[in-house]
């Protein structure tokens, strides 16, 4: 599922939108998306995600550029003959209906005859483990139980493509993760292709394939989810997703694949070069908290370190996760797992932290 | 149950909540007042009085004890020619003779000068009284006036109800239609409630887009949009019928411009007020806000998702208005559907102005009797039908849709 699909199943080539003939919502998009895949569009409210979705769905006519559907051009087919299934925010469960009408909507305006469409029906109300509500009216169930009828509806007229616009945003924590898996697993055993436009990132990284991370109009990066948690490619996407050290300096010395950093500071760091090109150059060196280290043996030989002062150990449970002071910032972040052995700290240690370099990367200056 | 110390749950509740339950009483005791001294009180006088006329029984006491002692069919006896004799001196000499001739001219007409005329010289009437009186006019002697007499006689009376169906009484009593030619009030009704559901109906067809419009634009034209649809309500109810006359006459612009751009020729000029069309055109203008309101508000909070989910499910946006929108707005059709057809059964002032001879409605009818013709009691009793149609109505519709589904904001 690389980005080079030349047969995508899903096409946008150079999708530009605007709405009030002044500014770009979405800016030159250019995305494939292969048979079977789940892709998430990721990125902060107004990035231009939902606008995308939209367009995708056929409620929004794109400005410029063209949205291939299974190698047809759709830009001028109406919502109703795209035969793509889609789960809104809210669900947008028809309110004067039963489940079961609910679901047979879609079959009756395809013309389906009762029995078929009483199979179907059925066929979907079990794969969401929803059987016995077909009587019942939405405002009879609870938010997961609506949840779970909204997907059953998506899927009930067997569409190629399924698209989720924040489906799981109403609910709350513990249910969100369970209907995680459920959607996961149902888009494993019907191989259908998902489009799933999110806000969360821990969403986003337990569900999909690929992601793309939207900001200000365009893609900032696509990749599977290690990838763009372990290899973000700029300062945005590294700053989006997880939590983020971020250093700024000045690159001192530039050799293939490492890079050396001076700090404004004065200090010297190590870190992977992302998008700097040479010595001299402004750049911003993004850490993982969870990565950086204050014991010298696990730290690779020869690696700079840096002094820091603790300012705070906060108790989390599975994690300690430690304030420091590192080159005068004050918002150096620090994630220690809780083991038996774990060095406990305390507000005013000194300290010398360091990690290796393929886990600093620096990327862009904001 | 009972408290933890002791007292049953239910009283001690009731202790609980009696101040708040007193003070929200109070609260409402003054509309509560007003409502029952300015409303019920002269609606219930109102109906009382379409059952109830003494202007016969209370003016010609003797005459009336007369009939409450004989039986119906009786041939009124000296006694009787006597009682009336007294009856009419007495009613002569206080000035109310009127008053009993108008109340028998209304089940037989043509009787109120005979009363006027006879009670002039009823001081010096003698003995015996039956001679002296038909002496005096010979339509004394008709057994049709004695029976009439003995109808109104009694104070309570079904008769007007019965006049405000078309129907009467024959001289023994039996319940007949009228003469074909003095019935109005039944076909007047049925003219007044197809009126309403014609108005009724063109306020939804010219309001529901109007409605979803408000609904669906974004706000700052939104608000444009209804401060046109409110204006109506600021302005003077006859400076907008007026306007219409204005429009509508057939020198009117209306009329003017059509001429002028050759659709009609000059002799083709359409007669579009004065007459039902004219009453159309008012009461549905004057109306449409009250159809426009509750639809809005029903329309307001439905999320376009419901019809984007239904297109995406397959169906045309014809469908999809049909079998989604359009059901979840019907609260507000059925509200909007009966504020107006109410407000137009009984509408009296567009109609007296534009409505010509053949736009007149039941309320106009009403007015008339109330204010030309002094028969209160028969304006009450068409008045009582009006409402008791209404409430039918809206009984009709609580078994069709239910109650319930009714959404005035």
Redesign the interface.
């Known amino acids: 599922m690389s980005e080079s699909h030349t047969d995508a199943f899903v096409a946008f080539d150079r999708v530009q939108k605007s709405y009030d003939g002044a500014s770009l919502v979405v800016k030159d998009l250019n995305l494939n998306i292969g048979k079977g895949e789940f892709l998430t569009m990721l990125g902060p409210s107004g990035s231009g995600k939902t606008t995308c979705l939209m367009m995708l769905?056929?409620?929004e006519t794109a400005t410029n550029g063209e949205i291939r559907l299974d190698g047809t051009n759709i830009n001028m087919v109406?919502?109703?003959?795209?035969?793509?299934?889609?789960v809104?925010?809210?669900y947008?469960l028809?309110?004067?209906m039963t489940v079961g009408e609910n679901l047979s909507?879609?079959l009756e305006?395809?013309g389906m005859d009762k029995s078929t469409r009483e199979a179907k029906i059925k066929r979907a109300l079990d794969m969401v483990q929803m059987g016995a509500f077909a009587n019942r009216r939405p405002a009879q169930l609870s938010g997961g139980q609506q949840q779970r009828i909204a997907l059953a509806?998506?899927l009930v007229?067997d569409p190629k493509l399924v698209?989720m616009d924040e489906p799981l945003g109403a609910l709350d924590k513990q249910l969100r993760e369970h209907m995680q898996f459920e959607i996961k697993h149902l888009h494993e055993s019907l191989g259908i292709t998902v489009v799933y436009v999110t806000h969360d990132q821990g969403e986003a990284l337990t569900m999909s394939d690929r992601i793309a991370v939207f900001n200000d109009g365009r893609i900032q990066q696509l990749a599977p989810p290690a990838d763009l948690y372990e290899r973000p490619d700029n300062s945005f996407v590294a700053g989006f997703i997880g939590e983020n050290n971020k250093l700024p300096g000045t690159i001192e010395d530039l050799s293939g694949d490492k890079a050396l950093v001076r700090l404004a500071t004065g200090e010297l760091i190590d870190a992977t070069p992302v998008n700097v090109t040479q010595k001299g150059q402004k750049t911003l060196v993004s850490i993982r908290p969870e990565r950086v280290e204050f014991k010298p043996e696990m730290m690779p030989a020869g690696a700079h370190v840096i002094g820091a002062e603790v300012l705070e150990v906060i108790y989390m449970g599975d994690i300690l996760r430690a304030r420091l002071r590192v080159a005068g910032s004050d918002d150096f972040v620090m994630k220690m797992r809780n083991t038996l052995g774990q060095t406990r700290l305390t507000p005013g240690d000194q300290l010398k932290v360091g990690w290796h370099p393929q886990d600093a990367r620096a990327l862009d200056p904001i | 149950m009972t408290t933890s110390d002791g007292r049953p749950l239910k009283s001690a509740l009731a202790t609980a909540q009696r101040r708040a339950k007193r003070r929200a009483f109070l609260l409402v005791l003054p509309l509560l007042a007003f409502i029952v001294i300015t409303f019920i009180l002269p609606i219930g006088q109102l109906m009382h009085q379409a059952i109830y006329n003494d202007g016969f029984s209370a003016n010609m006491p003797r005459t009336t004890a007369w009939f409450a002692e004989t039986p119906p069919g009786t041939p009124p006896d000296e006694a009787a020619w006597e009682a009336l004799a007294h009856d009419l001196r007495d009613a002569a000499a206080a000035r109310t003779v009127g008053v009993v001739g108008t109340r028998v001219n209304y089940e037989m007409s043509g009787t109120r000068s005979l009363f006027t005329s006879t009670a002039r010289g009823a001081a010096r009437f003698e003995p015996p009284y039956r001679e002296a009186l038909i002496a005096s006019d010979p339509k004394w002697d008709d057994p049709v006036l004695w029976g009439t007499m003995r109808q109104v006689s009694d104070a309570y009376s079904a008769n007007f109800f019965l006049a405000a169906l078309d129907m009467t009484r024959d001289v023994n009593g039996k319940i007949v239609p009228m003469p074909e030619d003095r019935q109005i009030y039944v076909s007047l009704f049925v003219k007044t409630f197809l009126l309403a559901g014609l108005i009724t109906f063109t306020c939804f067809l010219l309001g529901f887009p109007i409605a979803h419009l408000l609904a669906t634009l974004p706000m700052k034209w939104s608000n444009l949009l209804m401060i046109l649809v409110l204006l109506p309500f600021w302005t003077s109810l006859l400076v907008r019928t007026t306007s219409w006359m204005v429009l509508l006459q057939t020198q009117g612009v209306v009329n003017n411009s059509l001429v002028a751009l050759g659709i009609i020729g000059e002799d083709g000029r359409i007669q579009m007020i004065y007459n039902q069309m004219g009453t159309i055109i008012a009461m549905t203008h004057i109306l449409l806000p009250f159809m426009i309101l509750p639809l809005y508000s029903v329309m307001r909070p439905i999320?376009p998702?419901?019809v984007?989910?239904?297109?995406?499910?397959?169906?045309?946006?014809w469908?999809?208005f049909r079998?989604?929108y359009l059901?979840?707005t019907l609260p507000g059709v059925g509200a909007g559907s009966l504020l107006v057809f109410i407000l137009a059964v009984g509408y009296y002032i567009t109609p007296a102005l534009v409505g010509g001879a053949s736009g007149q409605l039941i309320s106009n009818l009403i007015a008339f009797h109330m204010q030309n013709s002094l028969n209160w009691s028969l304006a009450s009793a068409l008045a009582a039908l009006l409402l008791a149609a209404v409430l039918v109505l809206y009984w009709i519709y609580d078994r069709l849709v239910g109650i319930d589904n009714l959404k005035l904001g």
């Open positions: 769905a056929g409620f109406p919502p109703h003959k795209r035969g793509i299934g889609m809104f925010q809210n947008a028809f309110p004067h909507f879609p305006v395809r509806r998506a007229f698209l | 999320p998702s419901y984007r989910a239904a297109r995406s499910l397959g169906a045309t946006s469908t999809a079998r989604v059901p979840q």
